[in-house]
Structures are given as structure tokens and as C-alpha cells.
């Protein structure tokens, strides 16, 4: 078969390399740039390619090296991940891709034996690139939130992964020898590409699993001590309010003892008593801003903390005093959805910076909107920041146990966050 005829072949090969390595990395560039840069991977590899059918023997072999060392040239100008990562992604799809390719090659010769060579190259390149779709799919779908999910995970663990990629790759690289070198039946190859396959998976699923389980376990414990650490701080806010009920219980005793130091027409006394207790009732007061006493106790906290740094800070609630959440959910919810509109208001670098909460409660369901002034460098990815937060995890956990849902939207320097819950699903 002549190379003019393998040229659409090389082009849908391709195709299905930069269709992957778009959803597989987290991009570094914009689409466009991303598309230029693909076309010129595209031209390139082609050209490779074409060279790599049209010699034999190591020249082949070299070419076949230097077509995957262009690939993975093209994972790490496109993608802004860390290098070690960017090598486990690499080899784990060049290593899935080689498997399929050689794997469908032997299936093809062995149940399909009487097909032309150039009928029985576009079989496998068809086949080859809807296979790859589907894991694609899969992987989107199962093991795409595991790795976002390992955002923060160390430069060293993903070595090791690298590692178990690399390994994979070599068994399936040293078959193809075997295979190109006819040194092993057909029947008997394809059987250790099924089977090196089918270990990869299950390494693979132990390994992500496993990592999946103590990133979980770890978000657990932030979560409780972020719980705990607004318990504390909601503690403090309703022993203020405790007092000034106190002030308000005790209103009788002060008005006997104005009243004493008027009968003597002591006014000097008077004034000076009114002036202590004034200033104690300040001390003690504590906006209302929900009949709710959680709500309200966390909203007066953030108040002040909006006031020490300048944010003028809004709300707007209309709750009941009984929400059917549990107060350690309420305070892991509204505490770092408020937590997190503060930072990003000091880090936003603007001069005029505000919060605004909207809590409303309508047919047990629970809305909750914070807006608040962001910076211009925040990105968002599937409705949730890139570089989530462990605050960004406990919205998540309550949002799940109360089959809710988070998202975030960013338009005119505002990030939103929208989150609803369902409070039918915990009664």
C-alpha cells in the first residue's frame, strides 16, 4: 500500500490525539492558540508519519520513538500541569494506545484474514479511534473527578504513578517487538495484550481507589476541624446575645435605681449611670439579621470581619427559625461560602469590594446566593473553581448529604456562588 493512501489514516490518528489531550490536560492556553498549536502538531506528525511507512528496520524504529517524543512535546507545551504528572498522563495514554492499536491489528489477521492491507489499516485506525472515544468517556465520567480532585497531591506520588505507567508501557513495547519480529504466534500476543490490559485497568482502579479514599479521609478531617473551629467562633456570638437578653431581663433593676437617683435629684449620678449602661448595651448588641440563630450568628461574625477589611457587606434572609439542617452542616455551608467571599475580596486587589448574601427558603428548599467581589485571575472549570479550596470541599460534602447542588458563575468582576439544598431528602 502506497504512503499517499495511509496520509487520511495518519490525519484521523491525529484527529483523535488532540480530540483526547483537549479533555485529558488541563489546558495552558487559550482555544485558539490551542487549535493553531494542534494544526502544527498535526503537520508535523503527519510528515513523521509518512517517513516512518515509507523506510524499515531501525530507521523505523527511530522514527516510531521520535513520533512519540513529538507527542509528548505536544502534552507539555499545551498543558500547564506539573511535569511529573504530565508524564503519568502521557504514558498512560500512549501505552493505552499502543495496546489497542496492536491489539486490534492481531485480532484483525486472525478473524479477518482475508482483507487487503489497506482495507484492513483504515479497520483498525476506525476501530482503533472509537475505542479510544470510549475511554474517553469513561474516564471523564469516573476517574476525570479523581484527579481533580488531586490538585494539591505531591510532585512524588506523581512519580510513582508515573512509574506504573512507564512500566505498563515497556511490557506492551516489548510485545510489539515480539510481534513486529514475528518471534510469537498471533493467537499468543494477543493474549498478553488482553492480559497486560486487563492488569493495567486493575492497578490502575487500586491505585486511584486507594488515593481517592485518603483524599476523602483527609477532606473529612478539614471538615470537621472547619466545623469546629465555627462552632467556636459561634459559640462566642451567642453568649453576646445571651447578655443582652440578660441586659434586657435586668432593664427593671435600672430603672429602680435611675429612678432612686432621681427622687434625690442627683442628675450628675443619673447621666453618669445612663452612660455606663449605654455603653455596656453596645457592647453586648448584635445585629439581627435572621430569626434564625445560627444564620444569624454567623452572618454577625462575617459582618465584622467584612467591616475590619473595608467590604461592605449586604444581606437579605428570609428563613425560618427551624430549617431541618443540622447546625454543624448550616456552619460548614454558610461559613466558608461567606469564608471564601472574603478572601476573595482582599485578594481581588479592588478598591470597592462587598459581599452580598441572599438566603432564602422556599418549599423546603433551601437558596443560598453569595456574590462578592473577585480577582481577575480567578478560573472556573464545570461550575467550580480550578484551584479548589477545602472550603470549596465542605460546601460540597452538605450539598451531596442534602442532595443539593453547588455552582459557581463569574461575570463583571463578581464571582457568584449559587447553592441549593433539598431538605425534603433528609426527613
Keep these: 500500500m502506497s504512503v499517499a493512501h495511509r496520509i487520511p489514516g495518519l490525519f484521523l ?5 488532540v480530540v483526547v489531550i483537549y479533555h485529558l490536560l488541563e489546558r495552558r ?3 485558539r492558540k490551542f487549535a493553531l498549536l494542534s494544526c502544527l502538531y498535526a503537520a508535523g506528525f503527519v510528515s513523521m508519519g509518512a517517513y516512518m511507512y515509507m523506510v524499515s528496520g531501525i530507521t523505523m524504529l527511530l522514527t516510531y520513538l521520535g513520533v512519540a517524543v513529538y507527542l509528548f512535546l505536544f502534552f507539555h507545551i499545551v498543558s500547564k500541569e506539573c511535569f511529573p504528572k504530565k508524564s503519568f498522563l502521557f504514558l498512560t495514554y500512549f501505552g493505552l494506545f499502543s495496546i489497542i492499536d496492536n491489539s486490534l491489528k492481531l485480532m484483525v489477521t486472525l478473524f479477518l484474514p482475508h482483507l487487503s492491507v489497506l482495507a484492513e489499516f483504515y479497520l483498525v485506525n476506525v476501530l482503533r479511534t472509537a475505542v479510544l472515544f470510549l475511554a474517553l468517556a469513561l474516564y471523564k465520567r469516573y476517574a476525570a473527578p479523581v484527579l481533580l480532585s488531586l490538585a494539591e497531591i505531591r510532585k512524588g506520588r506523581w512519580w510513582n504513578l508515573a512509574l506504573i505507567a512507564l512500566l505498563f508501557y515497556l511490557l506492551q513495547a516489548a ?4 510481534y513486529v519480529g514475528n518471534a510469537m504466534s498471533d493467537i499468543y500476543l494477543l493474549f498478553l495484550f488482553i ?3 486487563l492488569v493495567m485497568c486493575a492497578v490502575y482502579a487500586v491505585v486511584f481507589s486507594n488515593i481517592s479514599y485518603m483524599k476523602r479521609d483527609a477532606e473529612a478531617a478539614l471538615i470537621r476541624q472547619n466545623a469546629e473551629y465555627f462552632s467556636s467562633r459561634l459559640s462566642v456570638l451567642q453568649d453576646a446575645e445571651d447578655k443582652n437578653r440578660r441586659l434586657r431581663h435586668d432593664m427593671r433593676h435600672h430603672i429602680n435605681v435611675i429612678a432612686a437617683y432621681a427622687k434625690t435629684g442627683d442628675n450628675a449620678a443619673i447621666l453618669s449611670y445612663i452612660g455606663e449602661y449605654e455603653s455596656e448595651i453596645s457592647e453586648a448588641a448584635v445585629k439581627q439579621y435572621s430569626v434564625n440563630r445560627t444564620v444569624n450568628s454567623i452572618l454577625s461574625a ?9 467590604i461592605v457587606f449586604s444581606v437579605k434572609c428570609n428563613v425560618t427559625r427551624g430549617l431541618g439542617v443540622r447546625e454543624i452542616d448550616l456552619i460548614a455551608l454558610l461559613g466558608n461560602l461567606l469564608e471564601n467571599a472574603l478572601h476573595g475580596c482582599q485578594e481581588s486587589g479592588k478598591e470597592n469590594k462587598s459581599i452580598e448574601i441572599h438566603i432564602r427558603l422556599q ?3 433551601l437558596i443560598i446566593l453569595c456574590n462578592n467581589t473577585c480577582s481577575e485571575d480567578l478560573e472556573l472549570a464545570d461550575g467550580l ?3 479548589k479550596s477545602i472550603g470549596i470541599s465542605s460546601i460540597l460534602s452538605v450539598c451531596r448529604k442534602y442532595d443539593g447542588n453547588l455552582d459557581y458563575r463569574i461575570e463583571n468582576e463578581t464571582c457568584s456562588a449559587y447553592t441549593v439544598l433539598n431538605l425534603q431528602s433528609c426527613q
Design 13 to 17: 490518528m491525529v484527529l483523535c490525539h
Design 29 to 31: 492556553h487559550s482555544k
Design 363 to 365: 418549599n423546603k428548599i
Design 175 to 178: 510485545i510489539t517487538v515480539l
Design 302 to 310: 462575617y459582618a465584622g470581619k467584612a467591616e475590619e477589611n473595608d
Design 195 to 197: 492480559t497486560i490490559s
Design 385 to 387: 473553581p480550578v484551584k
